[in-house]
């Protein structure tokens, strides 16, 4: 019985030496404090550590069907009025689109920024030319009500134009901002003065070229933000300094999907985008714009928010503790050696 207490006491990996013959230095509570610190330090670093998520994503065909796409913008113009920009939206199939969710915003702005302004869009789409049939009967009377109309058309027109010279004088600016709710195809929709008419925008900036297009894009996205998302256009500035010209900026769409630690799932989009520009020379027929021409990936992806395991932070902890007091002892051991060479041989005493 004695010879196994005897084996058992000999497998003993912590053996501790009596009471007497442990001392204390002053070297060794200056390690112990330092190394305390460290711990401290290190556990609260691996406890931040398990505490946060990380992401992990995964990519997968997009079977995503009849669903609108969420467009929003906010983009200053500081060169244009208010009165000569139109926001038009066009689907792969040439169709304008107009949604009743749709709400877009102008902002007028002085020539320091400051609000001085609001109107709102309720229709975004440029009005086109449509055909009116006749009747044998009342060809007079429309006749009629053909050259009043004129007339008022010429004089709004006249009136349209002095407004506007005036604004531009001013060195009046817009904000466009809002919400498109578009079908979920490829497209466009651009920001431009094509609602004006032909006549009237000549008589306004005297040709194509001097349409200055600069312009702010504040926020540009697809749908809501999620922890981490970048969208490349957010604070892009494109100041025009010489001839004017048309952008545009070549948009993917990739669908994604954000699962929150919550289990609750957040649909939006994030892209990736190219820009060209296109300089309009004194004699072009062209106006200037700024299209954004959007296309959706087949792919969507999935970011999803997980948590570290309890037994991988113990795993962890367990380390970075035992390694620092690994460290310090060794420490100890090195600092009481080098300050006993320079003692007496008996130098280690104890502190009282």
Known sequence: MGNLKQALKSLDAFPR?????????????????????????????????????????????????????PIHINITFP??????????????SGKHEVDLDT???????????????????????????TAHGHDDHKDHQEESEHKIKLHNLDQEAENMVKKVKQALSNGEGCRVYGVLDVQRVAGNFHISVHGLNIFVAQMIFEG??????????????????????????????RILRGAS?????????????????????????????????????????????VYFLYDLSPITVTIRE???????????????????????????????????SFTKPNGRSTVR
Not at 79 to 92: F, G, K, N, T
Not at 216 to 232: A, M, Q, T, V
């Open 306 to 340: 997980e948590r570290r395991s309890f037994l991988h932070f113990i795993t962890r902890l367990c380390a970075v503790l035992g390694g620092t007091f690994a460290l310090t002892g060794m420490l100890d051991r090195w600092m009481y050696r080098f300050i006993e």
């Open 245 to 289: 010209g048309t952008f545009k900026y070549y948009i993917k769409i990739v669908p994604t999907e954000y699962k929150y630690i919550s289990k609750e799932v957040l649909p939006t989009n994030q892209f990736s985008v190219t820009e060209y520009f296109s300089p309009i020379h004194e004699f072009d027929r062209n106006w200037p714009a």
């Open 17 to 69: 030496a009596e009471e007497h013959l442990m001392l204390k230095t002053k070297s060794g509570a200056l390690v112990s404090i330092v190394g305390l610190a460290i711990m401290a330090t290190l556990f609260l670093h691996e406890l931040t550590y398990y505490i946060s998520t990380y992401t992990v994503h995964q990519m997968s065909v997009d079977l995503k069907r009849g669903e609108t796409l």
């Open 208 to 237: 194509s070229s001097h349409v200055n297009v600069s312009h702010i894009i504040h926020d540009l996205s697809f749908g809501p933000k999620y922890p981490g998302i970048h969208n490349p256009l957010d604070e892009t500035s």
């Open 103 to 129: 709400n877009i915003w102008k902002l007028r702005l002085n020539n320091d920024g400051h609000i001085i302004g609001t109107e709102y869009l309720s229709d975004l789409v440029e009005k086109g030319n």
């Open 79 to 92: 060169s244009l009025p208010c009165d000569v920009l139109s926001v038009d939206a066009i689907d792969m």
